[in-house]
């Protein structure tokens, strides 16, 4: 109208992006709140660069798995599945005995529904890291706090 400027839609390229190591306690943290944030973290929805074909995502270092919180009463209630591949193999078990038997594997279930089913989804999940204590070998990155708000 009356502006001579042109304005241009930002699009990262695989050189621009940076990409920053985080950490998070999941200690009483609730996993929908939890697996939530660290989606948005890992696809890079975070950041002003996001570019939607490109993976601009971040590293997380999840530690204290095993103390991550269920509301309600989902932990008798709500039941893991899969699916052996053969006829008649769908299996289930209470998400009290996944916890216990698996607490990283429910952190990484909770995210890997959020991220895109697609190769750049399963690359994003790579770059999640989940522990089931405090301790992690990744400290020489110097992994920056990331706080989920409860």
């Known amino acids: 109208m009356g ?7 930002y699009s990262a ?23 939530t944030r660290l989606a948005m973290v890992l696809s890079g929805k975070h950041r002003p660069m996001y570019t939607p074909h490109l993976d601009t995502g971040d590293f997380v270092v999840v530690i204290n798995a095993a103390k ?17 591949g053969y006829m008649s193999g769908l299996k289930s078990i209470p998400y009290s005995q996944f916890l216990a038997k698996d607490p990283e594997g429910v952190i990484r279930w909770a995210v890997r529904g959020m991220l895109p089913k697609t190769p750049m989804g399963r690359a994003m999940l790579k770059k999640l890291k989940v522990y089931p204590g405090p301790a992690h070998p990744h400290g020489g990155h110097a992994p920056v706090p990331l706080t989920i708000e409860a």
Do not use: C, E, F, M
């Not at 502006?3 to 839609?9: A, L, N």
């Not at 695989?14 to 200690?27: L, N, P």
């Open 68 to 84: 991550v919180r269920l509301t309600g009463r989902k932990l008798q209630n709500k039941r893991h599945y899969w699916h052996t």
């Open 13 to 35: 390229r695989a050189a621009d992006i940076q990409r920053q190591w985080h950490i998070v306690d999941a200690d009483g943290v609730v996993l929908g709140r939890l697996a």
């Open 3 to 9: 502006s001579d400027t042109v304005q241009t839609t």
